[in-house]
């Protein structure tokens, strides 16, 4: 439990800095070496598909057995094994690197939209050069929302489970789905595994962050309205668990969130989620961020207490 404890305050201190050694960019440099090796031995729809799921079940492999032989390894020196697997554990959190960055869509929106749209590019798979002002904001809250399941809260719910391997998996299936999960031509096939999976590994993570989101706002957010978009909003959403958390946030902050958009030249219908209460404005990217710690922390508190609890009984 401690080094769980440690690894989430020292997300919360350091975050992700972009020269530190972080196993997701290797994560994401192994999948475009599979992308690369698969196009190289197929082009057909089929080839694809199979060389997808092949990538997948690799991943899902080196994401729980390296670290967890690793660990294993070590397990009879106590100082090593605990630096090692509050490290594993740390890079799985993205609690502070999503508030970095959505603060610096915000800075940058305040030079000017150009600047606004191209920091943005950085964190979302949307296009984003014809963005105005207010959808650069929406896109931001979104965001914001999404990751508090896909880098906060669904990390630490496996790696609860399954300890720092169980983490480390997800991230895999999480960063192949952000890399080969699109709908477009270039990746509907070989990301069509990419993405199932990663719609069953976030199937109960997506709908505890919607539930944390709630009731870590009492006294703070409109609950009420939160619990009524997202039982009303929570299906108007392509993906089937991101319209939880994204439904959530904007009932809790009275906004429509949602509509359309173009993904890599393609543009996807996608319903609204939300009522216009209150306009859009840059304070609504701080009060994303601030669910997204409250629901994180709430998480914490309820798994300290689970072990305690546990520990007391047996």
Same mark, same amino acid.
């Given at each position: 439990?401690?080094?769980?404890?440690?690894?989430?305050?020292?997300?919360?201190?350091?975050?992700?800095?972009?020269?530190?050694?972080?196993?997701?960019?290797?994560?994401?440099?192994?999948?475009?070496?599979?992308?690369?090796?698969?196009?190289?031995?197929?082009?057909?729809?089929?080839?694809?598909?199979?060389?997808?799921?092949?990538?997948?079940?690799?991943?899902?492999?080196?994401?729980?057995?390296?670290?967890?032989?690793?660990?294993?390894?070590?397990?009879?020196?106590?100082?090593?094994?605990?630096?090692?697997?509050?490290?594993?554990?740390?890079?799985?959190?993205?609690?502070?690197?999503?508030?970095?960055?959505?603060?610096?869509?915000?800075?940058?929106?305040?030079?000017?939209?150009?600047?606004?749209?191209?920091?943005?590019?950085?964190?979302?798979? &949307?296009?984003?050069?014809?963005?105005?002002?207010?959808?650069?904001?929406?896109?931001?809250?979104?965001?914001?929302?999404?990751?508090?399941?896909?880098?906060?809260?669904?990390?630490?719910?496996?790696?609860?489970?399954?300890?720092?391997?169980?983490?480390?998996?997800?991230?895999?299936?999480?960063?192949?789905?952000?890399?080969?999960?699109?709908?477009?031509?270039?990746?509907?096939?070989?990301?069509?595994?990419?993405?199932?999976?990663?719609?069953?590994?976030?199937?109960? $993570?997506?709908?505890?962050?919607?539930?944390?989101?709630?009731?870590?706002?009492?006294? &703070?957010?409109?609950?009420?309205?939160?619990?009524?978009?997202?039982?009303?909003?929570?299906?108007?959403?392509?993906?089937?668990?991101?319209?939880?958390?994204?439904?959530?946030?904007?009932?809790?902050?009275?906004?429509?969130?949602?509509?359309?958009?173009?993904?890599?030249?393609?543009?996807?219908?996608? $319903?609204?989620?939300?009522?216009?209460?209150?306009?859009?404005?840059?304070?609504?990217?701080?009060?994303?961020?601030?669910?997204?710690? &409250?629901?994180?922390?709430?998480?914490?508190?309820?798994?300290?207490?689970?072990?305690?609890?546990?520990?007391?009984?047996?």
């Amino acid at each position: 439990m401690m080094n769980i404890i440690l690894a989430v305050i020292l997300d919360f201190i350091l975050g992700d800095p972009y020269s530190f050694p972080h196993l997701v960019k290797l994560m994401g440099n192994i999948i475009s070496r599979e992308e690369k090796i698969a196009r190289e031995i197929t082009n057909s729809k089929k080839g694809l598909k199979l060389l997808g799921l092949i990538i997948v079940l690799i991943n899902i492999f080196l994401g729980f057995v390296i670290p967890y032989l690793l660990l294993n390894s070590i397990k009879q020196y106590n100082i090593l094994y605990s630096i090692l697997n509050i490290y594993l554990i740390y890079t799985c959190v993205a609690a502070r690197s999503l508030h970095y960055e959505g603060n610096k869509v915000k800075e940058a929106l305040l030079k000017g939209i150009e600047e606004g749209r191209h920091r943005l590019s950085y964190i979302v798979g &949307r296009d984003t050069t014809q963005l105005e002002e207010e959808e650069i904001i929406k896109a931001t809250v979104e965001t914001v929302a999404e990751n508090t399941s896909d880098g906060v809260i669904a990390p630490l719910f496996y790696i609860f489970l399954l300890g720092a391997p169980g983490g480390l998996t997800y991230k895999f299936v999480n960063t192949m789905d952000s890399m080969l999960g699109y709908i477009d031509d270039k990746y509907i096939d070989i990301g069509y595994f990419p993405a199932k999976v990663d719609d069953i590994f976030n199937y109960i $993570p997506a709908r505890l962050t919607a539930f944390l989101m709630i009731l870590s706002s009492i006294g &703070r957010f409109d609950v009420k309205q939160g619990k009524r978009i997202l039982l009303r909003d929570r299906k108007n959403h392509k993906s089937p668990n991101s319209g939880y958390p994204e439904s959530s946030v904007a009932g809790l902050l009275g906004i429509k969130l949602g509509g359309d958009n173009f993904y890599h030249g393609v543009l996807v219908k996608k $319903p609204t989620i939300g009522d216009d209460i209150n306009k859009i404005n840059f304070n609504h990217i701080y009060n994303s961020i601030e669910i997204m710690y &409250r629901s994180e922390i709430l998480l914490m508190i309820i798994y300290i207490l689970t072990v305690a609890i546990r520990n007391y009984i047996c």
